[in-house]
T-cell receptor
Framework: QKEVEQNSGPLSVPEGAIASLNCTYS??????FFWYRQYSGKSPELIMF????GDKEDGRFTAQLNKASQYVSLLIRDSQPSDSATYLC???????????FGKGTHLIIQP | DAGVIQSPRHEVTEMGQEVTLRCKPI?????LFWYRQTMMRGLELLIY????????DSGMPEDRFSAKMPNASFSTLKIQPSEPRDSAVYFC???????????FGPGTRLTVT
């Protein structure tokens, strides 16, 4: 049974600080990892993806992957109120499998 | 380029009626996914197609749900008969291949009374 776990939150972070979102997954064979942002009443929007151990940076966002610990995280630097949303972690085993989504973490950036 | 297109955006129907949701994937994408999202259960994969062929329908709740993909640019999700517990937001997503990043449509908010 493939599982992707996220703390549902809400996670409250002051504006300008670093928001850290975490995700663990059960299947050691997982090969690719994705972060989506979903605003209330909207559809999930891809933020970034990561395939290899280590860090991947894109603007204010950094994804971190540790396959040995089965852990992937998303850091948001200089948090803005517009970053307030639910963040979904998704994992792929590879091959013909689709993505398995976590239930998401609700992030609130306090002005 | 147009993203994933879904219709209708909102659907309100009475219990027992047939509901058909439609999706047009991004041109060139070979994989198409249907999801259902509720507060209680989060985002659930119902079924996905690769090259118009259903690959995994294990998430389809019961026989009242069916999905088709007659060609590379169109898919439908049908619920017959609909029940109040089917009320949710239904998303369609597409990707180049099953394991690649998926792009979501705007969703259809279904309310069954």
């Amino acid at each position: 049974q493939k599982e992707v776990e996220q703390n549902s939150g809400p996670l409250s972070v002051p504006e300008g600080a670093i928001a850290s979102l975490n995700c663990t997954y059960s299947d050691r064979g997982s090969q690719s990892f994705f972060w989506y942002r979903q605003y209330s009443g909207k559809s999930p929007e891809l933020i970034m993806f990561i395939y290899s151990n280590g860090d991947k940076e894109d603007g204010r966002f950094t994804a971190q992957l540790n396959k040995a610990s089965q852990y992937v995280s998303l850091l948001i630097r200089d948090s803005q109120p517009s970053d307030s949303a639910t963040y979904l972690c998704a994992v792929n085993l590879g091959g013909a499998d689709g993505l398995t989504f976590g239930k998401g973490t609700h992030l609130i950036i306090q002005p | 380029d147009a993203g994933v297109i879904q219709s209708p955006r909102h659907e309100v129907t009475e219990m027992g009626q047939e509901v058909t949701l439609r999706c047009k994937p991004i041109s060139g994408h070979n994989s198409l996914f249907w999801y259902r999202q509720t507060m209680m259960r989060g985002l659930e994969l119902l079924i996905y197609f690769n090259n118009n062929v259903p690959i995994d329908d294990s998430g389809m709740p019961e026989d009242r749900f069916s999905a088709k993909m007659p060609n590379a640019s169109f898919s439908t999700l049908k619920i017959q008969p609909s029940e109040p517990r089917d009320s949710a937001v239904y998303f369609c997503a597409s990707s180049l291949a099953p394991g690649n990043e998926q792009y979501f449509g705007p969703g259809t908010r279904l309310t069954v009374t």
